[in-house]
């Protein structure tokens, strides 16, 4: 199988904090991967790690083939034009319309896109998370659920060959957790993607993933499928579960 | 724009009616039109209306940027792979370079013939006369170092700003914390600058 995402013996600490002790990680292509764990504990660190957000204090990340920590500021940019990222809250750019915001990860590509060609994009994405109607909405207009699916929306619209999604779930009700869930399993069958969902909700994890890891002081302390860590009676792990 | 015209007017104005006694005890009142126009040209105009933008443009980029930080679009943008340096800065760094020296002149205009309104409170002068009074005193050598002087001001209101925001800590209180040093940072500078430009000038 094609490695996407390689990591090998990652650290990475804030002052004397070691957030990130030990961390190997291999991303198989259509790999759906949950990384459980605590609030704070640097589920989100890891993530931003693997995208060149942060610099690791140690250890290879190599992303697509490509070593991150060796990169080009240029190279690195036009990798990231293969990756998408779900942010927490959507990050969605307040002074730009839904429509705006979604044409923007497309700027490096205009001259390579026919204007009709990123229309018919903007309207495939949209129609995707069925938020056909909000094109032209800015997003102070739209709810919590809805910015996720924008955010989602706009992380599509690029094609990426690896998504990340940060607490995709948090701070949104049930119903539409469920929908976002459903939502991350559609794209990933439709684009074929490979991703890495970062959550602390354990019916995300179960509709999304398929093989789950828990990040607990800087290593991932236990990892399998959802039924097997569920099954696991190790007080760390049970405690997600029950 | 209205709130630089605005206080330009005053400006003129007041400067006018401090001046005007002092100027009158010794019959010197015709210099007044000349001593207004240099005073303004040369330091008020720029100083006061660099401090004005301090106090709303490098205070609105930083919060505007410090907010974009800590609602993660400026890590939006760079995992796009859009430099958000070259995007949210450069741009911003150039508009207020660029535009201030026009908001400067725009300010001298309006303060120069604020002073025209105020002498004509108490006393009587043409429009001509004031303007003929008011240009001739100038040379390039006043009017060039002031406006270069200007760009310098713009430039530091721009990165300042920006940079406070650019690295704003993670945070609600941090935009706040990021709009408020940014006006201070900015109006030092601005003395400073000053300070340096003044210096130069003299030595030239």
Known sequence: MEKMIEISGLKKSFGSLEVLSDIDLILEKGDNLAILGRSGIGKSVLTKCIVGLIEPDEGTIFVLGQEIGKMEYDDLNELRTRIGYLFQGGALYDSMSVKENLIF??????????????????????????????????????????RKRIALARTLIKRPEII??????????????????????????????????????????????????????????????????????????????? | MPLIGLTALIMGIVLTMQTRPVLVDFGAQAVLPGMISLSIIREI??????????????????????????????DAM????????????????LATTFMLPVLVIFADFIGIYGSYIAINFTGNISLQLFTDQAINVLSFDDIIPAVIKTFVFGF?????????GYYANK???????????????????????????????EMM
């Open chain 1, 105 to 146: 990860p497309m700027r490096k590509k205009k001259k390579l896109i026919s204007k009709g060609e990123l229309q018919d994009r903007v309207e495939e994405v949209l129609e995707n998370v069925g938020l056909s109607e909000a094109i032209d909405k800015m997003p102070s207009e739209l709810s919590g659920g809805m």
């Open chain 1, 164 to 242: 990340f999604y940060d607490e995709p779930t948090t701070g949104l009700d049930p119903v539409t957790s469920g929908e976002i869930s459903d939502l991350i399993v559609s794209v990933s069958e439709k684009y074929d993607t490979s991703s890495i969902i970062v959550t602390h909700d354990m019916k995300c994890a179960r509709i999304t993933a398929s093989y789950l890891k828990l990040l607990e002081d800087g290593i991932f302390y236990a990892e399998g499928t959802y039924d097997e860590m569920a099954s696991n009676e190790d007080l760390k792990v049970s405690s997600f579960f029950h």
């Open chain 2, 45 to 74: 105009g720029p100083v006061i209306t660099a401090l004005l933008a301090a106090g709303k443009i490098s205070s609105g980029f930083g919060a505007e940027i410090a907010s974009m930080r800590i609602t993660e679009q400026i």
């Open chain 2, 78 to 93: 760079e995992v796009s792979g859009t430099n958000p340096i070259k995007y949210i800065v450069v741009s911003r760094v």
């Open chain 2, 156 to 164: 530091f209101i721009g990165i300042i700003g920006c940079y406070k």
């Open chain 2, 171 to 201: 945070g609600t209180e941090s935009v706040g914390t990021a709009a408020n040093t940014a006006v201070v940072v900015a109006s030092i500078s601005i003395f400073i600058i000053d300070l340096f430009a003044v210096q130069i000038m």
